[in-house]
Structures are given as structure tokens and as C-alpha cells.
């Protein structure tokens, strides 16, 4: 692994755009979810954070690659296409399986 490759695919502004246009669509889906889900408090806050636009999609990227090993493999296999081989729905599963973390790490600041 060459966390450079990486970093670099994070800062990458067409990547972090894939990202935050995900983000919208993974938001979307909290706001109307059960609200008996657990943390759907968390959730919906961090949900709302993103629809106003006070998220940085650099760091998600940073957040997303980092906790998908597949997400980072793609990337570490053509570091030069700075994540464009990346499937979205690779992307949307990512930020699926974090949000509840970021919700309630916002929610404890």
C-alpha cells in the first residue's frame, strides 16, 4: 500500500465530486428511513449536515478509501486514474457503512 496513491486520490477534485454527489443520495436515503433505526437521531443530524453543504468531501474521500479495502485496492492498482476505476456503487456502499460512525462523531463534538 503507498498511502500517497491514496492521499492523492482523496484530494482529487473529479474523485471527491463522485463522492459528494453520493453523499446527497446516501443523505437522502437517512432522511426518510424508519425512524426506529438505531442512531437515527445521529444519522439524520449528519444527514442534514451534508444537505447544507457543511461536510468536506476530501476528508469523506479520505474517510471512505481508508475504510474499504476493495475501494483502496481499485485505486492502488492504476494509482493514475486517482479513483475513476472505482465503481459508484463501491462508493455508496462505503459511505453507507460509515455514516452512522461520522453521525455520532458530530454528534459527540
Known sequence: MAAIDLIGTASNDEFAGRVMM???KVAQ????????TPDHDARMSYS???IRGDEKPKLVSAHVISSNPTIAAA???DPSKFGSNVPDSDIEFALSSIWTARGLAFAAA
Do not use: R
Not at 436515503?29 to 426506529?36: K, L, Q
Open 22 to 24: 453520493i453523499m446527497f
Open 29 to 36: 436515503a437517512v432522511a426518510t428511513e424508519d425512524p426506529t
Open 48 to 50: 442534514e449536515m451534508v
Open 75 to 77: 485505486i492502488e492498482s
